[in-house]
């Protein structure tokens, strides 16, 4: 498996609008696992995205998607900051369904 | 939805016992939606815990049942570090069925 965690900072204002894109383009990708998006409790900007996939190859594959491609082209200019927390291996637990 | 995103570094050589204790301690917890184990690619001694829960009451009652209680106090001995990297709302996204 393969997964990530990335924080990322919404411009003032946008968090909101920003989660629906996040959530609408990643209702249908094949070999996703998990995809949870989190807003944070003390920064009322950031929101948090923590992913597992089947591979990374799945992960890559997502990204040529039409409605992920369409997701992230609107989601740019709502975007100030990116951090990618983390390049993960998920090895085990709950909610790995994909559902 | 209550969630949170942590960092736990392991002690040298433990972190495959540790995850085996995490995992082993999180089969069964009422109200857990997502809580997913991963190894960090670049930080061999680090592990990351993304968790989504119905309530914080629901995580809050987890740390009291007995199964959680034993794979905490066997893990704190090989964990070196903890960085709690976020308090969490999860509002959506694949993988928060509870299984």
């Known amino acids: 498996m393969y997964g990530m965690i990335g924080k990322i900072t919404a411009t003032p204002g946008q968090r909101d609008a920003l989660a629906r894109l996040l959530l609408s383009g990643s209702a249908d990708m094949p070999g996703c696992l998990s995809y949870v998006v989190s807003e944070d409790l003390k920064d009322p900007d950031a929101l948090w995205v923590a992913e597992a996939w089947d591979s990374k190859d799945s992960h890559a594959a997502s ?11 609107k989601a740019r200019p709502l975007i100030a900051g990116f951090d990618a927390a983390a390049e993960l291996k998920p090895i085990g637990g709950i909610g790995l369904g994909g559902k």
């Open 63 to 73: 990204l040529k998607l039409p409605a992920v491609r369409d997701a992230i082209a």
